[in-house]
């Protein structure tokens, strides 16, 4: 068996109607048995735990853990990355699934390649439980994979969720432990990250990702979302170089000003 020196972590938190679902596409991994898994609980109150270990159950490389109390989504995420002692480590976020099998196996092959990009992202079908809509995100050409920049990322979140994403462990660890980054998500900390090399596009659709009631961004009002979006663009003046600060600036003023 190669060890692919990945691990695999699944933040899940009143996930019980998805987790499932949700393993069984890690299960479905070309390189799942070279890798860890996680799945870690944030104290939900269903029964999301007991799913979990029972579809994870026989398999020597996964492990399920349950925070003592609800740690919130960056405090999680901050736990999860000491956690980790492998070169790489993925996302899966409890709702959400991996529709390609060779999803991670490309990604290390674009990361090995690029040495000074921290990340690697792939394209994803979004579900709107609430209209029942569909789409890609975010609607690039397939298999022209490529290198996006920081200001490539102010505009909008190409990456849209942690799903998406494989990282390399310490520039994950650093980005994740920035104070900055608290309330930001992943797009705050996805920028941060992109700032030093940019970060690797890996043009296939490789991700389902849910956006539903209890979903932590999609349960936001509108103001709400604005409200973050800004608080974002300000703490990311806090982590990257002062020669990105008239472009974060604009669009500070771009998000005050929409309607």
């Keep these: 068996m190669t060890d692919h020196g990945i691990t695999i972590i699944v933040p899940t938190y009143n996930h019980e109607a998805y ?46 853990r349950q925070n003592t109390s609800n740690l919130g ?6 736990l999860l990355s000491s956690l980790v002692d492998t070169p790489y480590l993925a996302i899966l976020e409890g709702d959400d699934h991996w529709a ?11 990361m090995d390649a690029h040495p000074n990009t921290g990340l690697c992202f792939t394209a994803c079908s979004v579900n709107d439980e609430a209209t029942g809509a569909t789409w890609d995100h975010p609607g690039w050409p397939v298999d022209r994979h490529r290198v ?23 520039r994950f660890a650093e980005a994740v432990q920035c104070s900055s980054t608290k309330g930001g998500y992943d797009w705050l900390l996805n920028m941060t990250i992109a700032s030093e090399g940019g970060a690797l596009f890996a043009a296939r659709n490789c991700t389902g990702y849910r956006l539903h009631a209890n979903g932590a961004w999609t349960r936001l009002d509108r103001e709400q979302k604005r409200s ?11 982590n990257v170089d002062s020669s990105f600060f008239p472009y974060i600036d604009a669009a500070i003023l771009r998000a005050q000003h929409e309607a």
Excluded: W
Excluded at 37 to 42: G, K, Y
Excluded at 100 to 110: D, I, V
Excluded at 228 to 238: D, E, R, Y
């Design 73 to 78: 989504v960056m405090e999680h995420y901050r």
């Design 228 to 238: 973050g979006i800004l608080q974002s663009l300000v703490a990311l003046k806090n």
């Design 19 to 64: 987790i499932a679902d949700a393993i069984e596409s890690v299960l479905d991994q070309s390189v799942f048995e070279g890798c860890k898994v996680i799945i870690s609980d944030d104290s939900s109150t269903d029964n999301t735990v007991e799913i979990a270990q029972s579809v994870s159950a026989g398999f020597s490389n996964i492990i399920v």
């Design 148 to 170: 996006v920049h920081l200001l490539d990322m102010l505009a909008s979140n190409p990456v849209a969720t942690f799903s998406n994403c494989l990282y390399r462990t310490h």
């Design 100 to 110: 390609a099998t060779e999803k991670l196996e490309l990604q290390k092959s674009l």
